[in-house]
């Protein structure tokens, strides 16, 4: 009988979550393309709150700034390269009583993503974390500064028209592409500041702690401040940032 070759289209791999650490994957044969449905820059720590004696208020602690992001973003890939992740870790919260007055909670670390060929895909940045300053037991009341917003970089080429086979087998735009947090094809940016809700006036006055930067344009809620109460020995401590993510799948874009 006589032989005959037969092609198979390349649909869409399964998406695959990264979640913590660094490492390496492989591009399958035939994907030209990878699909990022979001990524995360960490977040940074949020800072603790801090009282006073006698000093005519009470301090709340700042919270901590969300990381760059993207919702999916398409880039281009080659077939068979190495491609290198590294997922970022939450900046840690500064409680210690020592630093109430005057101190700082760790940044997020970057996450970042790039090809042994390709070269850089994308930065994302950590956001900051809370800090405080030139506070004292006795007064003055401290200075308080939120942290800030992780920014992010885009170094591969983005894919923003062609055509795909996905995994159910139907042939779609890849403009179709909009399940990530923003619900919006191509979509990239900055995370956000925490918020810093200062001091409040009177000896033994209450303030809530200051709430995470939300993530993914406000999509993605930050961390809650906790409740701040205004006793000597009672101050609510900070959170630490949360991760960053990657979540992709491979595509063959037409």
Do not use: M
Request: net charge negative.
């Amino acid at each position: 009988g006589d032989w005959k070759l037969v092609f198979s289209a390349f649909e869409a791999t399964a998406f695959a979550t990264l979640s913590s650490g660094s490492g390496t994957f492989t591009v399958p044969d035939q994907a030209n393309a990878i699909h990022i449905q979001f990524a995360v820059g960490a977040g940074g720590g949020g800072f603790r709150g801090a009282s006073y004696d006698k000093a005519g208020g009470e301090s709340a602690g700042a919270g901590g700034g969300s990381g760059g992001y993207i919702s999916d973003k398409i880039l281009t890939v080659s077939s068979g390269e190495t491609i290198s992740y590294s997922v970022g870790s939450g900046g840690a919260a500064n409680n210690a009583a020592s630093d109430r007055y005057s101190g700082s909670s760790s940044a997020g670390t970057n996450t970042t993503l790039s090809g042994s060929s390709t070269g850089s895909l994308f930065t994302l940045n950590g956001g900051g974390g809370g800090s405080s300053a030139g506070g004292g037991v006795q007064g003055p009341l401290r200075s308080n500064t939120a942290g800030s917003a992780g920014s992010h970089s885009i170094s591969g080429t983005a894919i923003t028209s062609g055509n795909f086979r996905d995994s159910d087998g139907t042939t779609k735009a890849v403009t179709t592409n909009t399940s990530g947090p923003t619900g919006t094809f191509n979509d990239s940016g900055n995370g956000a500041a925490g918020a810093n809700p200062g001091n409040c006036s009177g000896d033994n006055c209450q303030i809530g702690g200051g709430t995470g930067g939300a993530s993914y344009d406000g999509n993605v809620s930050g961390g809650a401040g906790s409740a701040q109460y205004g006793t000597e020995n009672t101050t609510a401590a900070g959170a630490s940032g949360g991760n960053g993510e990657i979540k992709y799948r491979f595509l063959k874009v037409n």
